[in-house]
């Protein structure tokens, strides 16, 4: 092969391999942010979605930051650059409507994750019952004490939907116990250590007060504790509850500091995408293996508008099986 064929050969190779990459679908997932980690869970399990590490489709993860401006300015460069189909996880259940509305008028099929936003343009929601976890963590802190004493609330970012549908959960348990008082209830934003910064104010402002700690995520629960460690008191003393399973409250679980719910952040980043990749791939067949492992919430072939994962509480029987998938 003379020189001058062989640079041919190269360059169609090239071309061809561009046209290969500009054919490859290209899908988004926005997310809130990626500082804890319950959501880098989500991201790393989109990440490894069995149509993604095959080449089928480009996935960009995008961090909002924990900002509504932020996951807008995303939104557009989505838009502007062609992708195909957008997973959502919105900071803020008003302020993403706008985006999935500008996303919807381009022809861009939008489909929720985790947390919810009010639009009627979304195309598919894949999460779990934010209520019904509300529920089942302040249920387990008033069972601890008695339905008797004060308690706290520690709520993650205000107008997220997990806060608002976590809250009303809570709310309904604690109609359940009229002798029980809240006598603190304040945002850390999802955030170990603005919790521990609130739970730490708690302590001072109402000492040997506060029976119950109620906190909407682990991160949350988790800073609490490490205040009423600094204070030298112990978790034990307490009925501590968080929600999402990540490892250090497994770890907590396990120590008997506090109780947790795991949500399954890998089922809702893979459910979603699958719905996404079926929107934009002709005949595509599922292919994360979420689908068998819950039996309850069948693929209906990716025309359901929602899909409910189920929560699953973390117990002493399970929580070592729920480390080993950490390791």
Same mark, same amino acid.
């Given at each position: 092969?003379?020189?001058?064929?062989?640079?041919?050969?190269?360059?169609?190779?090239?071309?061809?391999?561009?046209?290969?990459?500009?054919?490859?679908?290209?899908?988004?997932? !926005?997310?809130?942010?990626?500082?804890?980690?319950?959501?880098?869970?989500? *991201?790393?399990?989109?990440?490894?979605?069995?149509?993604?590490?095959?080449?089928?489709?480009?996935?960009?993860?995008?961090?909002?930051?924990?900002?509504?401006?932020?996951?807008?300015?995303?939104?557009?460069?989505?838009?502007?650059?062609?992708?195909?189909?957008?997973?959502?996880?919105?900071?803020?259940?008003?302020?993403? *409507?706008?985006?999935?509305?500008?996303?919807?008028?381009?022809?861009?099929?939008?489909?929720?994750?985790?947390?919810?936003?009010?639009?009627?343009?979304?195309? *598919?929601?894949?999460?779990?019952?934010?209520?019904?976890?509300?529920?089942?963590?302040?249920?387990?802190?008033?069972?601890?004490?008695?339905?008797?004493?004060?308690?706290?609330?520690?709520?993650?970012?205000?107008?997220?939907?997990?806060?608002?549908?976590?809250?009303?959960?809570?709310?309904?348990?604690?109609?359940?116990?009229?002798?029980?008082?809240?006598?603190?209830?304040?945002?850390?934003?999802?955030?170990?250590?603005? *919790?521990?910064?609130?739970?730490?104010?708690?302590?001072?402002?109402?000492?040997?007060?506060?029976?119950?700690?109620?906190?909407?995520?682990?991160?949350?629960?988790?800073?609490?504790?490490?205040? +009423?460690?600094?204070?030298?008191?112990?978790?034990?003393?307490?009925?501590?509850?968080?929600?999402?399973?990540?490892?250090?409250?497994?770890?907590?679980?396990?120590?008997?500091?506090? !109780?947790?719910?795991?949500?399954?952040?890998?089922?809702?980043?893979?459910?979603?995408?699958?719905?996404?990749?079926?929107?934009?791939?002709?005949?595509?067949?599922?292919?994360?293996?979420?689908?068998?492992?819950?039996?309850?919430?069948?693929?209906?072939?990716?025309?359901?508008?929602?899909?409910?994962?189920?929560?699953?509480? +973390?117990?002493?029987?399970?929580?070592?099986?729920?480390?080993?998938?950490?390791?």
């Amino acid at each position: 092969m003379t020189k001058k064929t062989l640079m041919l050969a190269t360059a169609l190779s090239l071309v061809a391999g561009l046209a290969g990459a500009q054919d490859k679908p290209k899908i988004g997932a !926005a997310v809130y942010g990626l500082n804890a980690e319950f959501m880098q869970i989500w *991201a790393q399990a989109a990440e490894n979605h069995p149509a993604v590490k095959e080449g089928l489709v480009e996935l960009t993860v995008f961090d909002g930051r924990y900002d509504a401006l932020v996951q807008q300015e995303q939104f557009e460069t989505m838009i502007t650059q062609g992708y195909k189909a957008i997973v959502f996880v919105p900071i803020d259940i008003e302020a993403g *409507a706008a985006a999935v509305d500008a996303a919807a008028a381009a022809g861009i099929p939008v489909f929720g994750s985790n947390t919810r936003v009010n639009s009627d343009k979304l195309t *598919a929601y894949v999460g779990s019952d934010d209520v019904q976890s509300g529920y089942m963590e302040a249920k387990h802190v008033l069972d601890k004490i008695g339905c008797k004493g004060n308690v706290v609330i520690i709520e993650g970012p205000i107008g997220q939907s997990a806060q608002i549908q976590r809250l009303e959960g809570n709310q309904k348990a604690l109609a359940e116990c009229p002798d029980v008082k809240v006598i603190e209830q304040q945002t850390a934003n999802w955030s170990r250590a603005e *919790a521990q910064t609130l739970m730490e104010n708690w302590l001072t402002a109402h000492p040997g007060e506060i029976a119950g700690i109620i906190g909407q995520n682990d991160e949350m629960a988790l800073g609490a504790i490490e205040a +009423v460690k600094a204070a030298g008191l112990k978790p034990t003393d307490f009925a501590i509850a968080g929600i999402d399973g990540v490892t250090d409250a497994l770890h907590a679980v396990k120590a008997g500091d506090m !109780a947790s719910i795991l949500q399954d952040g890998h089922a809702q980043a893979q459910g979603a995408l699958d719905l996404a990749i079926a929107a934009v791939l002709p005949d595509y067949k599922p292919m994360s293996e979420i689908w068998s492992q819950y039996p309850d919430m069948p693929w209906a072939d990716g025309k359901a508008k929602e899909y409910n994962v189920p929560w699953t509480p +973390v117990t002493a029987d399970n929580v070592d099986a729920l480390l080993a998938t950490r390791q």
